[in-house]
């Protein structure tokens, strides 16, 4: 069974930065997907980011293109979410989210394992 733990949330003020951590344990991820969700205060989950881990391609929403950077330490099964140029409206909770394959799905129910979450809170 795949374990997901999220790390690094916190409080930052507009314009900062923070990254987050999700380590993966419980099986190979040879061919394994990971992306970052986000819940917003009242709103549904929506995707952030992904990356498979086979082939390292990427997928981002557009609302953070530019600002987020995915990326993955294969040896440590290891998925790191660069965020810079905070805004309130990243303000969330984010989720680290894992599937089966090599192709990045932005959508949450295509995922079957899931971390708790870490909150991300930006201030102006």
């Known amino acids: 069974q795949v374990q997901l733990v999220e790390s690094g949330g916190g409080s930052v003020q507009v314009g900062g930065s923070l990254r987050l951590s999700c380590a993966a344990s419980?099986?190979?991820?040879?061919?394994?997907?990971m992306g970052w969700f986000r819940q917003p205060p009242g709103k549904e989950h929506e995707f952030v980011a992904g990356?498979?881990?086979?082939?390292?391609?990427?997928s981002y929403a557009d609302s953070v293109k530019g600002r987020f950077t995915i990326t993955a330490d294969n040896a440590e099964n290891t998925v790191y979410l660069q965020m810079n140029d905070l805004k309130p409206e990243d303000t969330a909770v984010y989720y680290c989210a894992g599937r089966n394959g090599q192709v990045v799905r932005t959508t949450s129910k295509d995922y079957d394992a899931w971390g708790r979450g870490t909150q991300v809170t930006v201030s102006s």
């Open positions: 990356i498979s881990l086979s082939g390292v391609t990427t």
């Open positions: 419980g099986r190979s991820f040879s061919f394994y997907v």
